[in-house]
């Protein structure tokens, strides 16, 4: 193990390096790439930092990349995502790892700090933790940096507003956005692992309730298509009017977070914006509601609200927060208002998290080559990166597809009539 990870629990290393022996053995995505980057060694001479939710899918990440040649130092990005048993065996493996489950807020910032410390040439963020504290705090490292990639909504928001203000140092890479990402990891990966975490976490059945799913982006979606399939009755509450409409097309009920309030029995936040339940909307619901968030953030929830109408909290059960209010209502918070998916279960599918995977880690080959005559502004994805990945899979599912003949391809591009 490197001298210089910071870990809580190194004896765990064998159930981690379990863990991590599952999920390869499920990522076909990236056991090609791992084959790919041996042979090529991209990485070489280069050190790359990395923000992920530390557990074991993103492990064998940072062992591919190590693979192909980086030097790697990783923190998780949010402090009830981490694995333990994951994190020691990572850094048994060679890759520096400074993340422990349950860190404090002050914790944190040190260890991501740490990781920042390795002076990268890449980067990889969740979040847009890592990326600030390099844009703040630690601008001596910005100069090395020849670029990065971005998994999330809620951190290309923030990348976005830097690169707005002419701030952004360098160029990055919203994995977020490809079609590989979207379409699999934020509908089908958030759909199942949200659901995964809540029926997990209570052990209470979704069939009959009332669900009231907040945000009807690609994560919205998905969490509303599963809670629907599951039995349950859904509400969706929108901001977006064209988003709305087509929740109201998909057949679920469209109404404001204050009349839902009323009527639901679970509820999940996924729209990467603050206070999107607060105190007049806890006013409002019934006794015995569960509240869980699903968006990066432990915001949306506003757990101050919370506190403040409660005469007393405790926990229940594992992850479940039970707020006492003045009236005697109860209302229960799942994993601290963090991400459900992962503070009370193991995040998205294995297979979803192969795409994703596989998009950072050709998305940071292609920084390598082209980074430096990239602008320091958010770059999309190649669409031969996205494209790749998805033939890579498949593949993986021996799918073949049709191919255009060179008479299709001059129609459609308009060379002849």
């Known amino acids: 193990m490197k001298e210089f990870s910071q870990i809580r629990s190194p004896e765990l290393a064998a159930e981690g390096k379990l863990k991590i022996e599952w999920a390869k053995e499920h990522m076909p995505i990236m056991g090609e790439i791992d084959q790919e ?156 692992s949200t659901w995964d975490g809540i029926m997990r976490t209570t ?39 064209i988003r709305a ?18 009527i639901g029995e679970i509820f999940v936040t996924l729209t ?13 619901m019934r006794d015995g509601a569960i509240l869980a968030n699903a968006g990066h953030f432990d915001v949306e929830i506003s757990k101050p609200d919370l506190e403040s109408l409660s005469v007393s909290c405790r926990v229940v059960r594992a992850n479940i927060e039970e707020y006492r209010l003045h009236d005697g209502r109860k209302l229960y918070l799942l994993g601290e208002g963090r991400l459900v998916n992962l503070a009370c279960a193991d995040g998205h599918p294995v297979e979803i998290m192969d795409m994703s995977f596989g998009i950072q880690a050709l998305s940071l080959e292609y920084l390598v080559h082209s980074g430096k005559e990239l602008p320091k502004e958010v770059i999309e994805v190649p669409d031969d990166v996205d494209e790749k990945v998805a033939r890579l899979k498949l593949n993986a599912e021996g799918i073949d597809i049709d191919t255009l003949s060179p008479e299709q391809v001059a129609y459609l591009s308009g060379e002849v009539g």
Not at 46 to 51: E, Q, S
Not at 203 to 231: I, M
Not at 246 to 259: H, I, K, L, S, T
Not at 272 to 284: M, N, P
């Open 272 to 284: 990467g914006c603050k206070d999107v339940i607060t105190k007049e909307h806890f006013s409002r």
């Open 203 to 241: 052990n209470l059945v979704a069939a009959g309730k009332t669900v009231v799913v907040a945000g009807y982006g690609w994560c919205g979606r998905g969490v509303a298509q599963r809670a629907q399939g599951l039995g349950a009755h859904v509400v969706v509450t929108e901001v977006n009017p």
């Open 37 to 192: 980057f041996a042979d090529t060694k991209p990485f070489t001479g280069l050190k790359l930092a990395i923000c992920l939710h530390l557990e074991a899918k993103t492990a064998y990440l940072a062992q591919v990349l190590r693979q192909g040649g980086a030097e790697v130092a990783i923190s998780g990005s949010n402090p009830l995502s981490t694995q333990d048993d994951v994190a020691a065996a990572l850094a048994e493996s060679g890759v520096i790892v400074n993340a422990w489950h349950g860190c404090t807020a002050e914790e944190y910032h040190s260890l991501l700090r740490a990781t920042a410390a390795i002076g990268p040439n890449l980067v990889i963020d969740d979040g847009g933790d890592l990326v600030h504290l390099l844009h703040s705090e630690m601008r001596e490292y910005l100069p090395k940096i020849i670029g990065g990639c971005e998994e999330t909504t809620t951190g290309l928001h923030r990348i976005r507003g830097l690169a707005a203000r002419g701030q952004l140092e360098f160029p990055m890479i919203a994995v977020n956005d490809a079609y590989c990402k979207y379409l699999f990891d934020n509908r089908y990966g958030t759909g199942q």
């Open 245 to 262: 409409l087509e929740a109201v097309m998909d057949g679920f009920r469209v109404m404001p977070m204050e009349e839902a309030a009323g």
